[in-house]
């Protein structure tokens, strides 16, 4: 059972827009940054957002961070066939004094 | 080029430990903290502390206290992560990542380099 909570799966077609939820509380995504990442099968995850919005250099702006609250979401638009991956997100809980995950969303492209 | 490389592949009886090792290049190692995640197979990720390779610091998730060991050798630019007294349920890809900003820890910072992983096995 994950501290952030995520939908299991979610999917669209190429080029369309996806978006993934995380839900937390007050003591996590409500008082902390968030950050997103994405792992390729058989891969080590790969930073995409940070600070509930930044991207790194390298990632393209196809992808996008929001925060409201107690959850986040990562949007992507124009998906591609290369974006089909598990996604999650992260954040520190102060209550728990641990960094805590989502239990990941599968995305696929229909 | 930045990056972390981690050690080999691992088959350990239950009950014995393992030390996974970190080597990384490319940025100076002791002006980023490093962390340690794990993944069960078909699960999702799991903290379990960091270390400060600058001071020899760490910080371990309350589940792994006393059951875990961060060190690092500063001459090899080189985290270690012992996981002792092994159980089938340790079986799971062990990652190290660094923090991303420089000489300075927040606690909710993202993680912007991981090594490849290292497949454990009890």
């Known amino acids: 059972q994950s501290v952030l909570t995520q939908p299991p799966s979610v999917s669209a077609a190429p080029g369309q827009k996806v978006t993934i939820s995380c839900s937390g509380s007050s003591s996590n995504i409500g008082i902390n940054y968030v950050s997103w990442y994405q792992q390729l099968p058989g891969t080590a995850p790969k930073l995409l957002i940070y600070?509930?919005?930044k991207r790194p250099s390298r990632i393209p702006d196809r992808f996008s961070g929001s925060k409201s609250g107690t959850s986040a979401t990562l949007g992507i638009t124009g998906l591609q066939t290369g974006d089909e991956a598990d996604y999650y997100c992260g954040t520190w809980d102060s209550s728990l004094s641990a960094v805590v995950f989502g239990g990941g969303t599968k995305l696929t492209a229909l | 080029q930045v990056q972390m490389v981690q050690s080999g592949a691992e088959v350990k009886k239950p009950g014995a430990s393992v030390k996974v090792s970190c080597k990384a290049s490319g940025y100076t190692f002791t002006d980023y903290y490093v962390h340690w995640v794990r993944q069960a197979p078909g699960q999702g990720l799991e903290w379990m502390g960091w270390i400060n390779p600058n001071s020899g610091g760490t910080n371990y998730a309350q589940k792994f206290q006393g059951w875990v060991t961060m060190t690092r050798d500063t001459s090899i630019s080189t985290v270690y992560m012992e996981l002792s007294r092994l159980r089938s349920d340790d079986t799971a890809v062990y990652y190290c990542a660094r923090e991303r900003s420089r000489n300075y820890h927040d606690s909710s910072d993202a993680f912007d380099i991981w090594g490849q992983g290292t497949m454990v096995t009890v």
């Open positions: 600070e509930n919005n």
